[in-house]
């Protein structure tokens, strides 16, 4: 019997995208296997259901979908999507594959309750940053849009224009934007913003992206603070002492004097997001000027940010965006839905699933199997330790 790979609708309140476009169909089918797609999942992403229909896939409905489907392929699974989530709960069956973004590390309960239904789950939050799993990497794909998407938020609320201008009228000069944190989405923005016209600057912890910064066109900014630990083996951010924080921030404050856009990228899995930014260092910026937070959702890294919100603190405006990549759902499924195809690929052989719990890519993102939290970190996080499965392999 053909292995069967379902997509439902996302029920995230405004999550737009869908993990799989009709166009990535084709090489799911040539894994052998056959797809369900749940009626209007690709609708708000600009795919209505004739599109997938035409390459091969059942338009079904939610119930058969996660019914008839041995992997079942999400943007949000239980996790990222705490509410609605859990009304798929009573749908899912032992032995099923699910795959999606779930916030493991920071829901370490929704992870628990997914093991209760007997489902092997994959986060693609905990894709390891490896070269051979970059083509997996989802954290990275949103990142680029996130980047992108925050410049043009930016452009649009700062009361001032990007580029250079010399007119009849006078000259126009620059809008001074500054980056902070230039993993993929702060070189995104870096890159956005200077296509745009800006100056940019950036600044991160790690000296190491100097060159990718000044590559970009922009400057690095050089603080006098001891950054040597700042990131994990993975290639992820680590969270650093009150002291460091402190001290960068003190010398943070008169960078952003300077500035009319401030845009925030500082976030730690699993994590609340580093404040980068306080009401202080907010208050010394100059009066029209923009902060756009992207970490808005784990907390902010502005002190003032309120998630989904715009404020307004001493003529300084401060945008707490959520989801951005769902802003831009075409592309964000778009490439979301490689990387999906890009990790099937490796878990499914001759049409069959086989899930080598030996390879790091696998072992790394499997969270929940066989009824157990199996994912070390995770199971740290339940409090369970020597109570819960570690993975083979550890």
Request: glycine fraction near 10%; charge should be neutral.
């Amino acid at each position: 019997m053909a292995l069967t790979v379902g997509v439902p609708r996302e029920t995230m309140p405004g999550e737009r995208r869908v993990a799989l476009i009709p166009r990535a169909l084709d090489a799911v089918a040539k894994l052998g296997a056959t797809i369900l797609v749940e009626q209007g999942a690709g609708a708000q992403a600009g795919f209505p259901d004739d599109l997938y229909a035409s390459r091969g896939a059942k338009i079904a409905s939610r119930a058969d979908v996660f019914a008839q489907s041995d992997v079942v392929l999400q943007v949000r699974s239980l996790g990222a999507n705490p509410d609605a989530g859990r009304a798929d709960l009573s749908l899912l069956r032992t032995g099923q594959v699910v795959i999606g973004f779930g916030e493991p590390l920071a829901a370490p309960a929704e992870m628990a309750a997914l093991a209760a239904t007997g489902v092997s789950f994959f986060a693609m939050e905990l894709m390891p940053r490896i070269t051979r799993a970059q083509s997996m990497d989802a954290l990275s794909s949103m990142a680029t849009l996130a980047g992108y998407r925050a410049v043009l938020l930016a452009a649009t609320t700062l009361p001032k224009m990007f580029p250079m201008l010399m007119t009849a009228a006078g000259t126009v000069t620059a809008a001074k934007v500054f980056v902070l944190g230039a993993g993929v989405a702060g070189l995104q923005a870096i890159a956005s913003a200077r296509r745009l016209g800006a100056v940019v600057s950036a600044y991160d912890l790690r000296s190491a992206v100097k060159e990718q910064i000044e590559s970009l066109g922009a400057k690095f900014v050089v603080l006098s603070v001891d950054a040597a630990a700042a990131e994990d083996k993975g290639g992820y951010a680590k969270a650093m002492g009150e002291e460091f924080y402190k001290r960068q921030r003190e010398l943070l404050t008169e960078v952003l004097r300077e500035q009319d856009v401030v845009i925030t990228t500082a976030a730690v899995p699993g994590q609340k997001a580093p404040i980068l930014i306080t009401r202080q260092m907010a208050e010394a910026m100059q009066p029209g000027s923009v902060i756009v937070d992207i970490a808005a959702e784990r907390g902010g890294n502005c002190e003032l940010t309120r998630p989904g919100e715009t404020i307004q603190h001493n003529g300084v405006q401060i945008l707490g965006p959520l989801n951005l990549p769902s802003t831009l759902p075409y592309h964000a499924s778009q490439m979301y839905g490689s990387n999906l195809v890009s990790f099937l690929k490796l878990m499914i052989k001759k049409g069959e699933l086989s899930l080598d719990r030996s390879d790091e890519i696998i072992r790394e993102t499997l969270v929940t199997f066989g009824g157990e939290v199996v994912h070390s970190r995770v199971a740290e996080r339940l409090g369970s330790g020597a109570a819960m499965k570690t993975a083979e392999g550890r």
